[in-house]
C-alpha cells in the first residue's frame, strides 16, 4: 500500500441540524492520501448529509473541514470543487440533454480555457483547445467504457452507464479527492463487481482518493480499506474494514434491535 | 469523430434557410408578386426571427422564463434611435451611422440585462419571470413619460413635459414623451434585417456550441451538478441573459429604424409583445434555435395571409397554433420525426443505423 501519511481530508466535529432533527452530530473523519474509504450506516443515518456539507451544498452548524492545509468550510460548492473535492450523487444528476462527450466536457470546463469571442467565432484557440478537450474526454470515456456512447444524450444511457458517466465527469475536473454517493445503487451484480474494478483502477491510475457511500456489504468488504459507521447522525466506529464489520454494534445498528 | 460536421450540417441548414428565403423573397419581389402588405412585413419578420431567437437563449437553453423580452428591445429601440436622431447631420454615411446604431442599442440593452439579472439570477425559481415581467412594463412607461432634449448647454431630461426642458431656442426636442422620437432615419430594409438575423443566429449557434455555452446549459440541465464540478453558475446565467437582451437590443434597433418614428407603445413593447415572443419560442420547441426562427415566421406572416379569409381568420390561426404544438411537443410525433428525419434516412442510406 502507497499511503502517505499526511491526512487529504480532515473533518472534525461536523454537525448540522434540520429543524429539530439533528442529522449530523459531532461528525469526525480522517481519510489518508490514495486511501479508499467507507462511510456506512443504515437508512437514513445522514450520511449523503455528510457529501452535502463536505462540498457546501450544506453550511455546518459547527465543525472544520481540512483538505490538506485548507480549511474549506463554509466555502461555495464552486470553489470547494475547484480546491480538489468532486463527487457524485445518489439520484444521479446528469446534464441529460447533453451529450455524453459534453458531460465530460463540462467537467473539464475550469481546466482548458478560451474566451466567450473565441468561442463565437471560432478563433484558432477554440479550434486547438476543443480538440485538446475532446481527446481528453474520450481518454476518461475509455476508462470508463462509454467512448461508443459519446454522442448520446446522457438521458438516454442505461442506468449503469448513467453512474459510470457521473464519475467521469467528476474525474474531468481533476479532484484529489473523490467522494461517490452509492456508486452501486440499482446495479446488478455482474454490474458491481465491473464497478468495484473501475473504482481501484481509478485510484491507482489517477492516484485518487475515494470516500465512498455504499449499502452493498460485498462491495465496501472488497474495496474500502477502511470505514466510519454513522447512525443515527453520530460515528458509531470507525477503523479497519473487517475490525468494523464484525463488530456486534455495527451488526446490531444495521439489523435494528429496540 | 464525425460529430463536428454534424453540428456544422445542422447550421448549414438553418443559415441556407434563411438565405434561401431571402433569396426567393427578392426574386418574387422583382418580378411584382409580392404584395406592399407583404412588403411591409420583411422588416417585422426579421425583428420577431431575431427576438425569439434571442429569447430562447434565455427560456431554452439557459433554462430561465424571461417575460420582458420587449422591454429590452424597447431600450435597444430608444438608445439605437437616440443616436441616430442626434448624429443623422454628423455621419451622412447612413450604413456607418446604422452600423453604430446597432451596437449602442445592443450595448444599453446588454447593460440592463445584466444588472437587472444581477440581483435576480442569484435566486433560484421563478423570481426572474416575476422582475422581467414588471421591468418591461416599468421601462416601457418610463420612456413614454420621458423628455430628452439637446441644446448648446447639452442634454435637459424631464419626466413631465417639454415646456419642463426649458430648451433654448437652438434646442431641439429628441424624445418627445408619448410620441417618442420623430424623424429618424428609415436605415432599416429587409437586406439588413436578413444580415442580422444571419448575426444573431451565428452567435447563439455558436455559443451554444462552445465552452461557455455547455456551461449554460449545464446550469439548465442541473444546477446543483454544475457548481459541484467548479461551474460559475451566476456568471453563465448573468452571461446568457446580457447576451440575449443584447440581442433583443438589436431587434429593437432595425425596428425603430423601419419607420421614421418610435413610440414606447403597449403594442409595440407592452408585455403582450413579450408573451407574443415566448409563444414563437415555446411553438418553435424549447431550446431549438431553427424552430423558433420558423415559428416566428410562420405565426406573423398567417394573420396576413388569412385576411382575406376574414371571419375564419382566428379560428384558422387557433388551429395552426394547435398544430404546431403537436408537431412540436407530443412524444409520438417527436419519435416519429426522430425515426423520419433526413439525417436518419442519410444514415439508413449508408447502411447504418444509429439513433
Ligand atoms: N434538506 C433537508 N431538510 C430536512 N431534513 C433533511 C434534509 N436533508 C436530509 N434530511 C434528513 O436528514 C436525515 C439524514 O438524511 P441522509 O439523506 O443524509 O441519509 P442517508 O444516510 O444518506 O440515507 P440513505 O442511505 O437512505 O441515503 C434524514 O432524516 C433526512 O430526512
Ligand atoms: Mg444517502
Known amino acids: ?258 | 469523430m464525425e460529430k463536428i460536421p454534424k453540428i456544422w450540417r445542422e447550421n448549414l441548414i438553418t443559415y441556407g434557410m434563411v438565405i434561401i428565403a431571402y433569396a426567393v423573397m427578392q426574386i418574387l419581389i422583382s418580378f411584382g408578386l409580392v404584395s406592399r402588405l407583404v412588403q411591409g412585413l420583411l422588416v417585422p419578420l426579421c425583428i420577431y426571427v431575431i427576438l425569439a431567437v434571442s429569447l430562447n437563449l434565455t427560456v431554452g437553453i439557459l433554462g430561465e422564463l424571461s417575460l420582458g423580452h420587449a422591454g429590452f428591445m424597447c431600450l435597444g429601440a430608444f438608445a439605437g434611435a437616440f443616436f441616430s436622431k442626434v448624429t443623422v447631420d454628423a455621419i451622412t454615411f447612413s450604413p456607418v451611422r446604422f452600423f453604430l446604431a446597432i451596437l449602442i442599442g445592443a450595448a444599453v440593452a446588454g447593460l440592463f440585462g445584466f444588472l437587472i439579472g444581477m440581483p435576480v439570477l442569484r435566486f433560484r425559481g421563478d423570481y426572474l419571470a416575476i422582475v422581467t415581467l414588471a421591468f418591461g412594463e416599468i421601462i416601457k412607461n418610463v420612456i413614454n413619460a420621458l423628455f430628452v432634449g439637446l441644446d448648446s448647454n447639452g442634454v435637459h431630461f424631464s419626466l413631465s413635459d417639454r415646456a419642463a426642458l426649458g430648451l433654448l431656442d437652438d434646442g431641439d426636442v429628441i424624445i418627445n414623451g408619448a410620441q417618442g422620437i420623430i424623424g429618424t432615419p428609415q436605415d432599416s430594409n429587409f437586406t439588413v434585417g436578413v444580415l442580422l438575423v444571419l448575426l444573431t443566429l451565428f452567435i447563439v449557434m455558436n455559443l451554444i456550441r462552445s465552452r461557455d455555452g455547455r456551461a449554460i446549459m449545464s446550469i439548465r440541465d442541473n444546477l446543483i451538478a454544475s457548481e459541484s464540478i467548479g461551474i460559475h453558475v451566476t456568471k453563465y446565467k448573468l452571461m446568457a441573459f446580457s447576451i440575449s437582451a443584447a440581442l433583443a437590443g438589436v431587434a429593437g434597433v432595425l425596428y425603430s429604424h423601419n419607420l421614421n418614428s418610435v413610440a414606447a407603445s403597449p403594442r409595440a413593447f407592452g408585455y403582450n409583445m413579450s408573451i407574443m415572443i415566448l409563444v414563437f419560442v415555446v411553438l418553435g420547441g424549447i431550446g431549438n434555435i431553427r424552430g423558433s426562427m420558423i415559428a416566428a415566421i410562420v405565426l406573423t406572416l398567417l394573420p396576413e395571409m388569412l385576411r382575406g379569409l376574414d371571419r375564419y381568420r382566428m379560428l384558422i390561426y387557433a388551429i395552426v397554433l394547435i398544430v404546431m404544438m403537436l408537431f412540436n411537443w407530443s412524444p409520438k410525433i417527436l419519435e416519429w420525426r426522430e425515426r423520419h428525419s433526413l439525417r436518419e434516412l442519410a444514415g439508413r442510406l449508408r447502411g447504418r443505423s444509429k439513433v
Open chain 1, 1 to 258: 500500500m502507497t499511503q502517505d501519511m499526511t491526512p487529504l481530508l480532515n473533518v472534525t466535529n461536523l454537525s448540522i441540524s434540520f429543524g429539530g432533527l439533528r442529522a449530523v452530530d459531532d461528525f469526525d473523519i480522517t481519510v489518508k492520501k490514495g486511501q479508499l474509504y467507507g462511510l456506512i450506516g443504515p437508512n437514513g443515518a445522514g450520511k449523503t448529509t455528510v457529501f452535502n456539507l463536505l462540498t457546501g451544498v450544506y453550511r455546518p452548524d459547527v465543525g472544520k473541514i481540512f483538505l490538506e492545509d485548507e480549511n474549506i468550510t463554509n466555502m461555495k460548492t464552486m470553489d470547494i470543487n475547484k480546491a480538489g473535492v468532486g463527487r457524485t450523487f445518489q439520484n444521479i444528476r446528469l446534464f441529460k440533454k447533453l451529450t455524453v462527450l459534453d458531460n465530460v466536457k463540462v467537467g473539464l470546463h475550469n481546466r482548458f480555457h478560451y474566451s466567450t469571442l473565441e468561442g463565437i467565432f471560432r478563433l484558432p484557440r477554440y479550434r486547438s483547445i476543443e480538440k485538446i478537450m475532446n481527446e481528453e474526454a474520450y481518454k476518461l470515456l475509455k476508462v470508463f467504457d462509454l467512448e461508443n456512447e459519446a454522442d448520446y444524450l446522457a438521458g438516454n444511457l442505461p442506468y449503469g452507464k448513467q453512474r459510470k458517466l457521473e464519475i467521469a465527469r467528476t474525474l474531468a475536473t481533476n479532484p484529489k479527492l473523490l467522494l461517490l454517493d452509492e456508486p452501486a445503487a440499482g446495479m446488478n451484480p455482474n454490474e458491481t463487481k465491473d464497478l468495484m474494478k473501475t473504482i481501484r483502477f481509478v485510484r491507482d491510475e489517477f492516484d485518487m482518493t475515494i470516500l465512498l457511500i455504499e449499502h452493498d456489504m460485498k462491495l465496501v468488504a472488497g474495496i474500502c480499506e477502511e470505514l466510519t459507521v454513522l447512525n443515527f447522525g453520530k460515528v458509531l466506529m470507525s477503523g479497519e474494514t473487517n475490525a468494523v464489520l464484525n463488530d456486534s454494534r455495527v451488526i446490531t445498528a444495521y439489523l435494528g434491535e429496540d
